[in-house]
């Protein structure tokens, strides 16, 4: 479905792009090895993203386990990119020829259909002589009771 987005490129918008500065900056102590500062220094040079890219971006922000003030997350944009990311992607796909065939498709309506009556008297099972199950119960009852009253006039 995604196939006929890759390399596709998008413009970063200058929101985004100062964000990052401000995120960039305020991560001092970062240095170079530390996650998101290549990537941060790079996105805002170019104000270009790929498709790819992004996928990346929100694998990261899924499988980070950190906390919102370590310098990864910080140099990688925080929520604020986190979503933006993912209304990316979401709208990107959601464009996509493919994603514009299946929303395009309507399904039948099942209740819309003609439904024949059939006589349901000739479906039962024809009637049979049981019992009821509350003589079921009386039965047991009735048999407990009598066993019980022998017990007690064998004692006495």
Known sequence: ?????????????????????????????????????????????????????????????????????????????GHYVRNWVEQVLKSMRDDSELGKEIKSVVLPNQYNQSHERTDLSSQNRPSQSHRSTSDYYNTNLNENILRINDLINKTN
């Open 1 to 77: 479905m995604n196939s006929e987005l890759y390399g596709k490129v998008i413009d970063v918008p200058d929101d985004v792009v100062v964000y990052l500065e401000k995120c960039f900056n305020s991560a001092k102590d970062a240095d170079e090895t530390t996650d998101g500062y290549k990537r941060n220094r790079d996105i805002r040079d170019s104000r270009k993203v790929t498709y790819q890219q992004l996928n990346r971006m929100k694998n990261w922000f899924d499988n980070f386990n950190g906390f919102e003030t370590d310098f990864a997350f910080v140099l990688n944009g």
